[in-house]
């Protein structure tokens, strides 16, 4: 693979863009979300996750984001805070935009769903206004999450974005992160999703994922790889759930890896451990192997927990939990 290079000098290791929002996941669990009575209240967001993940795992971490002018607002800045990660990049709506809420449901635990409010939500407010060229030119690489390109001025300010990161060199990481009920239609998502990851370093997504970009399904995983390495992508992961998942490298590299075995709590917030692990591998300059192992490690570790951002886990935590699954259940890596 050709090396992907992070530039030492800059200030942040990554700058995230895109969706904060809060969790509530019920406590009272193994019921249809119309039964269930009690929630806990946790900082939600595919990108917001990723962002406590790589600063609980020691890198120094920005973000891109707008968030409500209120309670939920100041909670999840706060969260933030409390982390370590930096907030200067994360703006107030002022307009009486408010924080996309979402309910989960856990049927059991490897049945569960969601139910998301996201109707006049700040997250999909954020304008190119909010997005500074220096701050993003002080990170070694960004990541897009695929939910801000859904609406404007949301997705203008995210390929803003792109745009400061590919004049300043910092690495373009592409988060698929596909929410349906957020798009108007496929034509839009396509347009949209293809603009960026044509552009992009590194892609992560699921097979379902993908077929959504691509707006068509049959496609081998390969074939895949290969549409978007050839735009100059350096690494595509696409991940197959409980079967998996596989790196693509641009020198013809193929990685796999399976699941740690858990016994699960909910299906869900996984992958967004596994984008943090996995991130953490490549900028620490480890194999590609390796770095997929790290991210299965820790996505297993969180689909096994009642939360997803307070559950992230730090670097000792996910070296002790791998070597304590290998000496159970042996070796996951499977080499192509």
Known sequence: MKTIRFDSTKIFDIILVGRIAIDFNPVDLNKPLEESTT?????????????????RLGKKVGFIGKVSDDQFGRFVTNYFN????????????????????TFTEILSPSESSILMYRNGVADLALSVEDVSE?????????????????ASPSRE?????????????????????????????KEELMI?????????????????????????????DKKIADRWISFGNKIVVIKHGKEGSTAYTDDNGIYKIKPFPVQTVK????????????????????????????????????????????????VGDIVDFIRREKAEYGEMVARA
């Open 192 to 220: 949209y999703y293809s603009t960026v990851a044509r552009s992009s370093d590194i892609i992560l997504g699921s097979k379902e994922e993908f077929d959504f970009m691509e707006s068509h399904t049959g496609n081998s």
């Open 39 to 55: 929630f806990k209240k946790y900082l939600g967001g595919s990108p917001a996750n990723i962002a406590v993940g790589m600063s």
């Open 157 to 185: 300010a995210a390929l803003l974005a792109l745009e400061y990161a590919k004049r300043h060199g910092a690495v373009v990481i592409f988060d698929i992160d596909y929410r349906s009920y957020t798009w108007k239609n």
């Open 134 to 150: 220096d701050y993003i030119k002080s990170a070694k690489a960004i990541v897009i999450s695929g939910t801000a390109l859904a």
């Open 82 to 101: 409390k982390e370590g990660i930096d907030t200067s990049g994360i703006s107030v709506a002022k307009s009486g935009e408010s924080l996309g809420l």
């Open 267 to 314: 299906s869900f917030g996984g992958g967004d451990a596994y984008a943090s692990a996995f991130l953490y591998g490549l900028m620490e300059g480890w194999p590609v192997i390796d770095c997929l192992e790290f991210g299965s490690g820790a996505a297993s570790m969180l689909v096994s927990s009642h939360s997803c951002s307070d559950a992230m886990p730090r």
